[in-house]
Structure formats: C-alpha cells, structure tokens
C-alpha cells in the first residue's frame, strides 16, 4: 500500500511541476507576463538588471513596447567597459521623461540623441541613467557611486519641474517597498497574474487633474527653501563633476501641464542659480511650445504628463544642439 501512494504522490508532484513549467512558459509568451520589473535603489526607482521585455505604452491602449534594461541597470543596450579610445560619452540623468515613461526602446530622447549623432567623429555614446521619480537629490547620490564605472565625459543633469516637489520630502519613504522576492516577481506568471488582477487602465486625463498638478508644481516654485536645497544640491553636483573631470549640463525639460508660453515663470530663478555657480543650462519648453504651435502633438494620449515619441525627439534635438554649441561634441557634418 505504501509504495503504491507514495508512486501516486511522486505522480502528482511531478505533473504539478510540469504544470507550473507549462504555465510559465505560456505566460512569457505574453505581453504582460513578459513586463520588466522595477526595484528600489538607493539613487531612486529603476529597473532590475538583464531584462528584456514590453512595458506598456502611453499613446496606444493596451499597446506595448519594447523595454530593454541591460546589466548595469540602465535602460538600453550594453556599455562597454572599458570605453572605447576617444569616445565621447553623455551620461543622462533624470526622471521618467529620461527614461522614456510609455514609451518603448526607440523613442526615449538619449536614444533619439544617439541617433542624430551617428555620423559624428569622433564617436558619441548617450547612456539613459533616468529612473522613475528620480529629483536633484538621486542624481547627485547616483554620480557619486555610480557614474564613474560609466567614463562619462558629459554629464546632462534632467531637471524637471516637479523636482522642487520631492526635494522636501522623504524620498526612500515615497518609494514602493516590494512585499516579495525579485525571483518571485520576475516569474511570468506571477506577472500576468498582477497584470490581469489589476491592469494599467489608461485613461484620458481630465483638465482637473493636470490642473491640481499644475498648481502643486507652481505652488513649490514659489517656496524659498526649496530653491535653497536645489542650490545646494547642484553645487555640489557641480563639485562632483569639476572633481572627476565630467561636464555638467543642466537640462530644463518642458513642463507639459504649463503650454501657454515659451518659458516657464520660475525658469528666471533656476537659471540664475545655474549661471551662478557656472553650470551651462538649456531649455527645452520654447522647443515645446513652438511645436504645438505648428500643430504638432507632442504628449502622451493616455498620459499627457509625459512626451510621446516626437516631443522626446525634440528634447533630443535641443539636448544635442546645445552640446554641439558648448563644443562638448562634434558638430553635424556639412550637408
């Protein structure tokens, strides 16, 4: 009797197991249990190192993209290590407009940049170091650890102007704690499972919300001990950078809830930190608001706190116009 239950309980167990294996690989061959997962570091919320997979797509509904996350952590293709003899390369840091929130891989601006700089001698490489959330404070904890192993010669810090939001606040306390195990979270099934159970339901936003997030933005503008931290904090960023022999420039990306002008109000009291403590600086809403007065449509549709695909191209454009100005990179070949 024993043998034959104990043969029964190794049946079971066996066709359990190749259930599970069965399941999760029916559930790679899906977009959402092929989703990358995010994880909590000490420089803000990126992406878990070595993964290729789809993230959802602001523009399409239930669209998906191409997310590729390489060992390092970055978004994008591998970085040798070491760089290669004169190449020039452009470390980009900032929030999820850097990282290329909704978007897939191709679309991101440090991508579009690489593209524009493709023929240029001697050879460019732009690195996406941006990551959910990320402010002024994971920037700076971010090139004191990291950025060295990277070889940048150019450092382009993204300043978005929800920054002066989370400088005041905890930052490791607004950060998702994940309940679980990476392993666990990085199953297929366990990601189609939490993508079925509560899916990313894009929906179109209401001019009140961009309103009340509009007026949270304007409002820290106004908040003289926030400027007072970013002062400090660029400063020493600016110290980091003159340390190492890196580049600063300070990339004032569009605030895209605050379309009437070409310039945002508080960009005054930015810009003359910046010119303050001798930090180059550029300006991407001019570029923004000129566009949409072409026509152009130049945010996500299911997600208009972020650039689509052709606003982060022109971020791109402004990004590498003002290299090629400063003469950090080479300037377009004649046509």
Not at 37 to 46: C, E, K, N, S
Not at 149 to 169: H, K, T, Y
């Amino acid at each position: 009797m024993a043998p034959r239950f104990l043969q029964r309980l190794a049946a079971i167990g066996l066709g359990t197991v190749l259930a599970v294996i069965a399941a999760e690989l029916a559930c790679r061959f899906t977009y959402a249990g092929s989703r990358v997962i995010a994880v909590v570091t000490p420089y803000g919320l990126f992406r878990a190192p070595g993964q290729k997979g789809y993230t959802e797509l602001g523009d399409l509904r239930d669209g998906w993209g191409r997310l590729t996350i390489n060992r390092l952590g970055l978004r994008g293709e591998e970085v040798p290590s070491p760089k290669a003899p004169g190449e020039v390369r452009v470390l980009c840091l900032g929030d999820s407009f850097v990282f290329g929130g909704g978007l897939a891989d191709p679309d991101t601006y440090p991508e579009q940049a690489q593209r524009l700089v493709a023929s240029r001698q001697p050879p460019i490489r732009f690195i996406n170091a941006g990551g959910n959330g990320n402010d002024t404070r994971a920037e700076r904890a971010f090139l004191a650890d990291r950025a060295g192993a990277l070889e940048p010669d150019v450092v382009v810090i993204g300043f978005n102007w929800n920054d002066l939001v989370s400088l005041m606040a905890d930052a490791a306390a607004l950060m998702p704690k994940p309940t679980l195990p990476e392993w666990l979270r990085s199953t297929g099934i366990y990601k189609f499972i939490q993508y079925h159970k509560n899916p990313k339901l894009w929906t179109l936003p209401t001019p009140a919300l961009i309103s009340q997030y509009r007026e949270s933005v304007m409002g820290c503008t106004r908040d003289p001990k926030r400027w007072e931290i970013l002062r400090k904090e660029l400063e020493v960023i600016q110290a980091q950078c003159k340390q190492s022999g890196w580049k600063p420039l300070l990339f004032v990306m569009p605030e895209l809830s605050f379309l009437e002008g070409p310039r945002m109000p508080p960009l005054a009291k930015l810009t003359a930190i910046a010119d303050s403590i001798g930090m180059p600086w550029v300006d991407a809403q001019g570029r923004y608001f000129r566009g949409l007065r072409e026509g152009k449509r130049l945010t996500q549709v299911y997600d208009a706190f972020h650039p689509n695909a052709e606003g982060q191209r022109l971020m791109a454009e402004v990004v590498v116009e003002k290299l090629s100005e400063l003469g950090w990179i080479a300037p377009a070949p004649p046509r």
